[in-house]
């Protein structure tokens, strides 16, 4: 156990090494010209001009003097600063975008979860009946259509249509100072990024539940005159937990994608309106910046899956497995 | 038109009068940073020579919808078009009418006999934000820094700075001198850029420095909050040197979306915003909310692509421009909200008026040796008269535009492909291609069409700076009289041969001036309007004189 975490903490650094690389020669081969994105897209500028703003930029090295100049000042902590954003350090950006990010995803995922295995336990439990056809039918209706589209809606019917909910934004753009942060406002973008990320937990509880339920076991309680619910909720489900905690891990980076798109669209301040901004605005630093972040991310996540599975899962910790 | 004549003869007079004696100012003594003060403090009493009559304290506050949020609020890496954010203030600013005035020199600067050295004085007792004084110091630090190319500024470009200044010398703690390489016409124009203070600034790395973010200014809107992807929060400035301001809080919020700014507006959440002719419609008529259109000299321009050997003959080129209904345009694509453009936008010479004549068009393509074929194009030596313009594949007017000039010149038997792309694949293909360009500025002409038109221009190979390689040494020399000669007649004539030139030439067929417009609610008053250039963001045609905007209550 101690060993698998070191193993996979000592891959670590080596695995974001090769993100950074990867990355890095993306954007270099790429057709995008950060140039004329920072001195805007059809500005007639001249040759001499582009050159030294190059320069100022520290565009005008080889590449490969780029790469290992970065790379070293990331090592040292430094990451740089955004050409985007009038200079800024990429940390500090970083820092403003982490805190409403972490709250969407945080109430999204705390919905998903809770949600994916209340509604996919009941499914396999009354498998076939009128709500398990309903709940498949909703699962595979929000895998089929697009985050960005989901949320659209959810903005027109919610927000423009019936006006039950403010569609853009964190805080009140008038309130004071230091705003607190609106929590009618998180409610649209929330609900879209969980509907859009809740189909995979649903329909996965629904499944392994529906195999636990073949199981000897569950007939022998079946015997006993339990009732069917009880049966399901106590027997069925914590079992059904182990693989599902892992998913989580291993969904993380469909998560944090679906968030470029839901934030875009409700102008939530997060890493995911950040990320949008940073791409078309081709700033190499900032990208680089929130690529290493989601991978150490993605990267922690598989790795909190696998002590997870191993601390649930009585056979695998005792290596039977 | 004749206003710019009128007021460079007034300059002149200034010039040549010599400004009135000068008393000498007295220098301000330095004095301990105040802290910025906050609004709940009593109003200071104003100096009692204060012409400006007694005007109600600052009141009110309305949140402002962007459509993107900007970049850098540093006056060195701003869009020169975009206006300066109110928190600073150039030496010079423009009235309504364009028509350049102080701001924050004395009197209107002074140029020596040779046209080689600028002279500004600086108006007495300006402070910034935070208390300390303006000197001439601050102008020196601040056009050094636009001229250093280590200072990632594309206005150091824009200004020909490299070319035109030799130096910028403190003579006094008030006076400042411009020692230029070359005479320069339009210098004065480009001493709008906001003045920097020297002591938050010196000694720092100015593309990253912090102060690209917390602006400290001496102008009329002092920054109180960025938070980022969210909002910019200004409020008035109790000691603005230019008298009260109107508005006590500007919330500047980014709305990317037409539609979400449209909803916004009618929610109440949002007092102004910039929306497209067929949302601006639907607020005609509703009298909690007034419609704004601002004129402009933002141009779209299809430049013809340079190495399309159908389009080679120049004679064509004035065809296909003759046959497109411009008013059409402006019509039907933008609803009304636009003006037929003919040429580049230059006060005082205006381009000749092409009529709509698809006959002549035709007439001068047979004259050129095209005739109609079995398919009905025109075709020469068994070519078809056909080439592709490409517009940026977002933007809807100039998709619009370039399938008008497709249907419109399929009248006179050509064909043209459109194409929407990217800017990467635009300026790849740009010459094999031609594209529906934006441009233009109502301020000086010399500040953009040089680059855009002159031959020096066409052997760099940057896509976008005379994109369309003309090599004329007539339009050369038009282009050198209008950028190195102070006296505005000869100037003028010289603007009108350009335009006469640029017509000839026929690679730039320019279509229409657009006219944006913005909705306000009803409750803000006392908007006035400037012509505008092609503005990203924040607009100075509507903002200009954002401080002088008042609540009604």
């Known amino acids: 156990m101690i060993a698998l975490i070191l193993r996979r903490l000592l891959v670590l650094p080596l695995v974001l090494a090769g993100v950074a690389v990867t990355t890095f020669l993306i954007a270099a081969v790429s057709p995008f010209d950060p140039i004329a994105a920072y001195v805007g897209n059809e500005t007639p500028i001249s040759r001499q001009t582009r050159e030294e703003i190059a320069r100022a930029w520290g565009l005008d090295k080889p590449l490969a003097a780029q790469m290992l100049g970065w790379l070293g000042r990331v090592v040292q902590g430094d990451l740089g600063y955004s050409r985007l954003q009038g200079g800024k350090p990429v940390a500090q950006i970083i820092r403003e975008r982490i805190g409403p990010s972490a709250l969407l995803v945080g109430s999204a995922l705390g919905l998903v979860l809770v949600g994916g295995l209340v509604v996919g336990t009941l499914a396999a439990a009354y498998r076939d009946s009128w709500f398990d056809w309903l709940v498949r039918a909703v699962c595979h209706f929000s895998i089929a259509s697009p985050s960005f589209w989901i949320a659209l809606l959810f903005l027109l019917v919610f927000s423009v249509q019936l006006g039950w909910l403010p569609g853009a934004g964190i805080a009140d753009p008038r309130a004071a100072e230091g705003g607190r942060i609106d929590l009618r406002r998180l409610v649209l973008p929330m609900l879209s990024l969980a509907f859009t990320q809740q189909a995979w937990f649903t329909m996965f509880v629904r499944n392994t539940v529906l195999d636990l339920l073949r199981e000897d076991y569950i007939r022998f309680a079946q015997a006993h005159g339990k009732s069917w619910l009880a049966i399901v909720f106590r027997h069925a489900l914590p079992n059904a937990l182990i693989p599902f905690v892992t998913l989580i891990g291993v969904h993380l980076s469909e998560i944090l994608g679906g968030t470029v798109l839901v934030e875009s669209i409700f102008a939530w301040p997060g890493l995911g309106t950040l990320t949008r901004d940073a791409a078309l605005g081709v700033d190499i630093p900032l990208l680089m910046a929130i690529t290493l972040g989601a991978s150490f991310l993605v990267v922690m996540g598989n790795l909190l899956a696998d002590v997870a599975y191993r601390v649930l899962d009585p056979r695998v910790r005792e290596g039977r497995l | ?553």
């Not at chain 2, 204060?50 to 005007?55: D, G, L, Q, S």
């Open chain 2, 1 to 553: 038109m004749r206003r710019t004549a009128i007021i460079v003869l007034v300059t002149l007079l200034w010039v040549l009068v010599g400004c009135a004696p000068q008393r000498a100012a007295p220098t301000p003594t330095p004095q301990p940073p105040r802290p910025a003060a906050p609004v709940a403090q009593p109003p200071q009493t104003p100096p009692a020579a204060t012409p400006t009559p007694a005007r109600p304290a600052p009141s009110g506050e309305i949140v402002i919808a962007l459509t993107d949020e900007p970049q850098n609020l540093n006056p060195i890496f701003m869009d020169f078009y975009a206006g300066n954010w109110k928190s600073f203030n150039g030496l010079v600013k423009y009235d309504q009418n364009l028509q350049l005035v102080p701001d924050l020199a004395a009197q209107m600067p002074e140029i020596s006999a040779d046209g080689r050295t600028v002279t500004v004085r600086l108006k007495p007792g300006v402070r910034f934000h935070d208390g300390h004084p303006l000197t001439a110091e601050d102008v020196v630090f601040t056009w050094r820094a636009l001229a250093d190319p280590k200072v990632a500024s594309t206005l150091r470009d824009r200004f020909d700075l490299a070319n035109v200044l030799e130096d910028v010398q403190a003579v006094d703690s008030v006076t400042v001198r411009f020692h230029l390489k070359r005479p320069d016409a339009a210098f004065l124009h480009k001493l709008y850029v906001g003045i920097v203070p020297k002591h938050l600034l010196e000694g720092q790395d100015l593309n990253t420095a912090a102060f690209n973010r917390q602006p400290v200014g001496t102008g009329p809107y002092v920054f109180k909050e960025w938070r980022a992807g969210e909002r910019i929060v200004m409020e008035a400035n109790p000691d603005y040197h230019g008298g009260p301001v109107g508005i006590a809080r500007l919330i500047f919020v980014f709305i990317n979306d037409e539609n979400a700014r449209a909803a916004q507006l009618l929610a109440g959440t949002v007092d102004v915003a910039g929306l497209p002719p067929r949302l601006a419609a639907t607020f005609q008529n509703n009298p909690r909310f007034r419609v704004y259109r601002i004129p402009s000299a933002d141009a779209r321009v299809a430049v013809l692509p340079y190495d399309e050997p159908n389009l080679k003959d120049p004679r064509v080129r004035r065809a296909l421009s003759m046959a497109v209904n411009r008013q059409a345009i402006v019509d039907g694509v933008l609803l009304g909200a636009g003006e037929p453009a003919y040429g580049p936008f230059i006060a005082g010479a205006p381009p000749p008026v092409i009529p709509y004549d698809p006959e002549g068009a035709k007439r001068l393509l047979q004259e050129a040796g095209w005739t109609p074929g079995p398919d009905g194009f025109m075709q020469k030596d068994g070519r078809r008269l056909t080439f592709t313009l490409m517009h940026p594949a977002h933007d809807s007017v100039r998709r619009d535009i370039a399938l008008a000039i497709r249907s419109d010149l399929q009248r006179i038997g050509v064909d043209v492909q459109v194409e929407g792309l990217g800017w990467t694949a635009i300026r790849e293909r740009f010459g094999k291609a031609g594209n529906v360009f934006g441009w233009g500025q109502p301020y000086d002409p010399d500040l953009e069409i040089y680059r855009l038109f002159h031959s020096i221009y066409a052997y760099d190979d940057a896509p976008f700076t005379n994109p369309a390689r003309i090599i004329n040494p007539e339009i050369d020399r038009a282009l050198d009289e209008g950028r190195r000669e102070y006296d505005q007649r000869r100037r003028l004539e010289a603007y009108s041969r350009l335009q006469r030139l640029i017509q000839e030439d026929g690679h730039w067929l320019f279509t229409v001036y657009l006219t944006p417009i913005v909705v306000t609610t009803s409750k803000i008053t006392n908007v006035q309007i400037q012509r505008e250039g092609h503005a990203h963001g924040f607009s100075r045609g509507m903002s200009w004189n954002l401080e002088s905007w008042r609540i009604e209550r």
